[in-house]
Each structure stands twice: as structure tokens, then as C-alpha cells.
């Protein structure tokens, strides 16, 4: 008698969901093994609510906005170079690992490796990089604050990635605040 899966072939949707779902029953019943992988069970020792997953990532978020506002305080009166950065970078890094809450980490990872995305994250995490080693290592203010830019810039770039036409709309958007970027 044959097991197999009617519902497998489909790239996507209600038949793909309905294919896990005969999938989890027929492992279930023992009719088939279930398949071993590296991150398998701690993808099912490890799974969220919808609500869980809104909760996480609004915290994420505003503890990633909270810690890179309160990084400015370590810049007056006396510049304190190392805090600064650092607490900056790790609210930027909450800021964006925000989103592993929405759609996993590793479907956030693929997504910021996708060819259209993979020079504004290289970027992006060159430029944390950058900010971290002039901070930590060097000590030096005026480097940080221009990696620090760098790393704005990059972050920008990155998230516009994500908006139809969005990395095109913001050069359109700064060639006409600073001119054509052709006439440079």
C-alpha cells in the first residue's frame, strides 16, 4: 500500500501546508520515520504563538531603538568612545534581530543573504565591524562617529531592501537633496 504524500509537489500555500500536516500525521501514526535534521529538534522544542512572537518582537524592537537613544548619553560631557558604541551597535543589533521573532532566524538569515540584499548587509556588518574596532581597539572618536554615519547609512540601505523600488526611491530621494550623483 502506498503512504506517499498527495499533497507534496506544490510550491507553496494550502498544499504545502496540508503536505506538513500529512507529513506530522503519518510520523505520528508510524507509518514513516521522521526525517533527522541538524536544527529539527530544536525547531520543535522551540516554537512561539502568534502572540508570543508580537510580544518579542515589540520588545526587541524597543529595547533595540531604547538602548541606541540612551547610547547619546555616554557622548556628553565627557565622551566615553567604548560605551557609546558598543551600547549603540547592540541596540541596532536588537533593532534588526527583531524580525527573527516575525520569520525565524534562520529564514532571517536567508533573506539577508537573497542577491539583491547581500552588498547592503555585507555593508551593514562591515560597518558594525568598522564602528566596534575604532571604538574598542582604537579609542578614537572621530572614526567611530564616521563608521557610526557608515553604519546608519548601511542600515537604511539595508531596510530599504525590503520596499518595492525602496533603494531606488532613496537615491532618487538624495540626488535631488544633494544633486545628481552623475555630476559628482
Sequence with gaps: MDFSNPFKGGSGGAGAKAGKMFDRLQESVGLKEKEESLLGDLEDSISLTKMQRLYGFGICLGLGILLSFLSTFFL?????????????????????????????????????????????????????????????????????????????????????????????????????????????
Design 76 to 184: 556628553f560631557p565627557i565622551p566615553k568612545v567604548k560605551k557609546f558604541a558598543t551600547c549603540y551597535t547592540l541596540g541596532n543589533l536588537l533593532s534588526i534581530g527583531c524580525t527573527c521573532f516575525l520569520m525565524g532566524p534562520w529564514n532571517q538569515i536567508k533573506n539577508m543573504m537573497k542577491g539583491h540584499r547581500i552588498l547592503a548587509t555585507g555593508c551593514y556588518v562591515g560597518s558594525i565591524v568598522l564602528t566596534l574596532l575604532a571604538a574598542l581597539k582604537y579609542n578614537n572618536l572621530i572614526l567611530t562617529l564616521i563608521f557610526l554615519l557608515v553604519q546608519m547609512c548601511a542600515l537604511v540601505w539595508y531596510c530599504m531592501t525590503y520596499v518595492p523600488f525602496g533603494q531606488r526611491m532613496l537615491k532618487s530621494c538624495v540626488g535631488r537633496c544633494v544633486g545628481d550623483f552623475d555630476d559628482w
